[in-house]
């Protein structure tokens, strides 16, 4: 293991075994986050991001979901092994999930406040009634909601504000890792910036690593260090946010991703969307999973599956750069 990751993913690959048929959501996904990095996750809707999170916490739908192969290590141990009474504390303790939607995370009938301290009264039996209080106080008023709120209930808040109670709830326990599923979707774009400004703040107070899952690339360029990008359940490109967005040299996919944003600079009529739908996932692919929807497509990759290329820290998932050293 490299001295400084966190989490290591190795072709990991899950599936859903549902009545009509077998849907491949993650497939031979690879992945490696340092302690103190936030990676985003991006893709479109159907890509396999949830599952992935879902599977690092092992909370995939029981008997329908499925890792059939690879694995996950955190902190060295490997997580699709331990038992259950081991994974207990992990959850919600050293590894926190913030969910895309604040209105279907909190209970409706019970206080905010209350709904913070659970996560107190579950992992920190050692701390005294008065220590626990004080911690609740200390958390509402980092993600700037006065603590005098803290008897009032969700339905008292706006959005923003509930997903800033979500968001103390997954930072109370300090965790290490935080997987954010689509934080600030459901959220206005002004309020999204101040969730992003605030996550980043409390990511520095506690050094946690962030995972960032994502369709948006605006948000991982605002908050991450690395990118994975995410199609038909694998990375078919990985870097640090500079070289990806440096836009030099791009999968194919990325590259179609990057067109869908508007340049304001650019006196562009239309915008061009990527061609074509997802994958299917039911569909094994012998060849890139990609090939229906890409331009540059031969008979090569529609047989062939493509492998990773590297430079450096990047690399491309994609037969295009297969010979070139640099890129
Ligand atoms: Fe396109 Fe072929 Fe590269 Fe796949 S391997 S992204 S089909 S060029």
């Known amino acids: ?41 991006v893709g479109e809707t159907g890509a396999g991001k949830t599952t992935l999170a879902l599977s690092i916490l092992r909370l995939l739908p ?3 979901g499925e890792v059939v192969g690879g694995s996950i290590r955190y902190n060295g141990e490997e997580l699709l092994t331990l038992p259950e009474a081991e994974m207990l504390p992990l959850r919600g303790k050293k590894i926190s999930m913030i969910f895309q939607d ?14 913070i301290l659970e996560v107190l009264d579950l992992h920190f039996p050692e701390m005294t009634k008065a220590e626990k209080a004080a911690r609740v106080d200390e958390m509402m008023t980092l ?24 968001i103390a709830m997954a930072l109370v326990a300090e965790p290490e ?11 206005d774009v002004t309020i999204q910036a101040q969730i992003l400004e605030l996550m980043r703040q409390l990511k520095e107070k506690f050094n946690t690593s962030v995972m960032l899952i994502t369709h948006d690339l605006g948000v991982v360029a605002q908050f991450c260090d690395s990118v994975s990008v995410v199609y038909a359940g694998r990375v078919v ?18 590259a179609g991703l990057f067109n869908c944003i508007p340049d304001l600079n650019d006196n562009q009529p239309r915008l061009r969307p990527i061609p074509g739908h997802m994958a299917d996932p039911r569909v094994v692919h012998e060849g890139c999973c990609f090939a229906d929807r ?3 497509a031969t008979d090569r990759c529609r047989k062939e599956p493509p492998v990773m290329h590297t430079c450096g820290d990047h690399g491309i998932l994609c037969h295009l750069y297969e010979n070139k050293e640099e890129f």
């Open 102 to 115: 604040p209105m279907t995370s909190l209970n409706p009938t019970h206080t905010v406040g209350d709904q």
């Open 294 to 296: 890409c331009e540059f």
């Open 143 to 166: 993600v700037g909601i006065p603590p005098e709120r803290k008897g009032s209930f969700p339905h008292e808040f706006s959005g923003g504000m509930k997903q800033r109670i979500v």
């Open 237 to 254: 490109e990985s870097g640090p946010v500079e070289a990806v967005f440096e836009r030099k040299a791009n999968h194919p996919y990325t």
């Open 1 to 41: 293991m490299e001295k400084d990751n966190l989490l290591e993913i190795s072709d990991l690959t899950v599936q859903y075994n549902t009545d009509d048929a077998v849907v491949h959501a993650v497939n031979h996904f690879n992945l490696n986050l340092v302690r103190g990095e936030a990676r985003g996750l």
């Open 177 to 187: 890792l935080l997987l954010a599923d689509e934080p600030t979707t459901a959220l």
């Open 62 to 64: 029981e008997r329908v």
